[in-house]
């Protein structure tokens, strides 16, 4: 049933250091990139798995916890990293005082302007630029052969993936008008017969901004750099919203890779004595699968049997490194 | 202590004014499946009941077997209950036109000729706009009034946190927007020679606004009207999700209602030669058990068997509510 494995898709595109799991909630996306780190690391990759999602689960997989802690080393070569957003936030909001600090020379912060400053904080798009933020000073910053991406559910991954775009359409429009204005600003010192105008520093900045988010969501359309996998369970809700999530992230240009099918039962219990849930479950799931193979055909990459116990520890770890690849 | 002191039934008997519930947790766990059967109840019970989805990613319409994107419909065949997906594409729309304005504006005053299409569609791409909108539409939905109970199933993040705590933070801000345009205007009045008073329509958005910040506020963290549950399955990752979530709603001030425990394996249908796989699975259900006693104790409203197919439709959801609704 499987063309090509998990394993050789690795092997086949060493350049591909950018993986990210997408999928509905709940079906093992943190699981899976922790194994995936796993078997990476074990090979002697340098890796680092880090969670954009707000409500990760990393700490619980590692049994460690990690958050807001930056880079961890779970076990040689093998990093994990869960994004604290309020930690990077609160940051901000400091940076701010200081600066009213010092530019006023005052001793402290108005009521007023503080309580300015909490509530522009507490903006929910601050969290998201927060988050993005600290992704973009992750991979600029480099240090590791792979970059596993934890991702948010899937309507949040795909606003998360256009958001690049997004930003990097913005910079563009402001660079542009910054530039324009600059050139009045120019004509407007000739005229006053100025020699030297002072240089932009916010079109500096822009610019500054504008490459590092070029780089960050060059990586995350890059078919030779990425690999985007989508998880996948024998169940009809999961396969509908998976087949229209995968549309949708193809408009975006995210490099698909594959499948992955999780929480497959084992066969052999059928002709065990088992409860009747199960029996159910094994018929249905037998239906599933062949609905899955028939909708993605040669795009999948791996059955993951279902784990007789919840996969947190290095050892579950290992085990389900090896039933993936 | 291992056993439920108060049950669903008991707590909503014990609060009759309840009016808002809520069910949330990890992804996966069935948080859908337990706003249907509430809201089937519910409506049993003789009240006027709405079901809304506020989670960007609806399962509503797959769980009730018809469809209610952007619609409100009475489902299950059960003549008071109703349900709908919030289809946030009209305020989202309406927003735009807002800044739309607002941009134009400025680039007519700036003297500037690009059009401005491109920024808003860009600006309003933002996760935190849909947020919002979903926020919007769910308020309004409670402000109009026209149902008895309303059963809400959020999205499974971290969102629903944000969701609800924007209320408070939206009257923090505006109450500022609001003083310093009013400084702004007394400003204008006072330098102009004739004195007039002109309409502020942006003052007026800004104080209806904040009317309704507080009003929402007000319903969502009283626990006579309010209650958030949280659905859990007997595994670590969901289990130590709401725990987190818990804590953040302790602060936040709202009302958590308790906590519904799904998916349990009954032992009476697992044979002593079962396969090892089976009885491991039951073994871990145990130990996760013990700890979801242990952490939220009496907060356990419900304990609710794993069905041997889907839960879907009518049928089904009719069969859940001998469980979630014991008397």
């Known amino acids: 049933m499987i063309d090509i494995s998990l394993a050789k898709i690795f092997d086949q595109y060493p350049d591909r250091h950018y993986i990210m799991f997408g999928g509905k909630g709940g079906l093992g996306k943190t699981t899976f990139s922790a194994a995936t780190a796993y078997y990476l690391a074990k090979q002697g990759k340098r890796v680092l798995v880090f969670s954009v999602d707000p409500q990760a689960s990393l700490s619980d997989i590692f049994k460690r916890d990690i958050f807001g802690k930056g880079p961890t080393e779970i076990m040689p070569n ?19 005082r200081q600066k009213i600090l010092d530019m006023y020379r005052m001793d402290k912060i ?33 240090g590791y052969d792979y970059y596993i991406y934890d991702l948010v559910p899937l309507g949040h991954a795909l606003y998360y993936l256009s958001m690049a775009s997004v930003y990097d359409e913005w910079i563009d429009k402001i660079t542009n008008l910054r530039q324009q204005m600059r050139e009045y600003d120019q004509v407007a010192a000739v005229i006053r017969h100025e020699k030297e105008i002072d240089e932009d520093a916010i079109l500096n900045e822009l610019l500054y901004i504008k490459e590092r988010i070029n780089k960050s969501s060059g990586i995350l359309t890059d078919k030779e750099k990425t690999a985007f996998f989508f998880v996948v369970t024998a169940e009809e809700m999961v396969i509908n919203d998976t087949v229209k999530a995968a549309e949708l992230f193809a408009k975006f240009d995210v490099p698909m890779s594959g499948y992955i099918v999780n929480r497959v039962l084992s066969q052999e219990l059928k002709g065990q004595h088992i409860p009747e849930y199960l029996k159910n479950r094994l018929t249905m799931q037998e239906h599933y699968l062949q609905v899955i193979n028939d909708t993605f055909k040669n795009q999948i990459l791996a059955y993951v049997p279902e784990m007789e116990r919840d996969v947190t520890g290095l050892q579950m770890i290992e085990n389900l490194a090896k039933r993936m690849f | 202590m ?21 069910f949330g947790g990890k992804g996966g766990v069935g948080k859908t499946v337990m706003a249907g059967t509430a809201a089937l109840w519910a409506a049993k019970q003789g009240k006027r009941v709405l079901l809304a989805s506020t989670n960007p990613v609806h399962s509503l319409s797959n769980l009730l077997e018809q469809d209610v994107f952007g619609k409100v419909a009475t489902v299950c065949g059960e003549e008071k209950c109703y349900a709908l997906e919030i289809d946030t594409k009209d305020t989202i729309e309406r927003s735009k036109q807002e800044i739309r304005e607002k941009i134009n504006w400025f680039l007519k005053f700036a003297d500037l000729t690009t059009k401005a299409d491109d920024f808003i569609e860009t600006a309003t791409m933002n996760p935190a706009f849909e947020e919002s909108a979903m926020f919007e539409n769910m308020t309004d939905l409670m402000f109009k009034d026209e ?27 505006v109450g500022k927007m609001l003083k310093s345009r009013d400084e702004a205007k007394t400003l204008r009045e006072t330098l102009s020679f004739t004195k007039k008073k002109e309409a502020d329509p942006l003052m007026d958005y800004l104080l209806s606004f904040k009317d309704r910040m507080a009003k929402v506020q007000s319903l969502l963290t009283d626990d006579n009207l309010t209650a958030f549950f949280f659905a859990t399955l007997p595994e670590a990752l969901p289990i130590a999700v709401i725990t987190r979530f818990i804590n953040w709603f302790y602060e936040f001030g709202i009302p958590v209602g308790g906590v519904v425990v799904n998916g349990i394996i009954q032992k009476d249908q697992v044979a002593d030669d079962a396969p090892e796989f089976v009885r491991n699975r039951v073994e871990m259900q145990d130990g996760h058990m013990e700890e979801i006693w242990k952490i939220f104790g009496e907060k356990v409203r419900a304990v609710i068997p794993l069905f041997e197919t889907e839960v879907k439709g009518a049928h089904m959801l009719n069969r859940m509510i001998d469980y979630l609704f014991v008397p």
Do not use: C
């Open chain 1, 110 to 142: 108005p009521e007023e302007i503080e309580s300015y400053i909490q509530a522009a904080a507490a903006e929910p798009a601050m969290e998201e630029s927060a988050i993005f933020d600290e992704v973009v000073d992750i991979v600029v910053k480099g």
């Open chain 2, 147 to 173: 149902y008895d109970f309303y059963v809400f199933d959020t999205a499974p993040t971290a969102n629903a946190r944000r969701l609800l705590g924007m209320s408070k933070v939206y009257s923090l801000w």
């Open chain 2, 2 to 22: 291992d056993q439920i002191t108060v049950s669903m039934t008991k707590y909503i008997k014990d609060h009759p004014r309840l009016k808002y519930i809520f």
């Open chain 1, 78 to 96: 093998l990093y994990a990293q869960e994004i604290d957003a309020d930690h990077r936030v609160k940051e901000y909001q400091q940076e701010i």
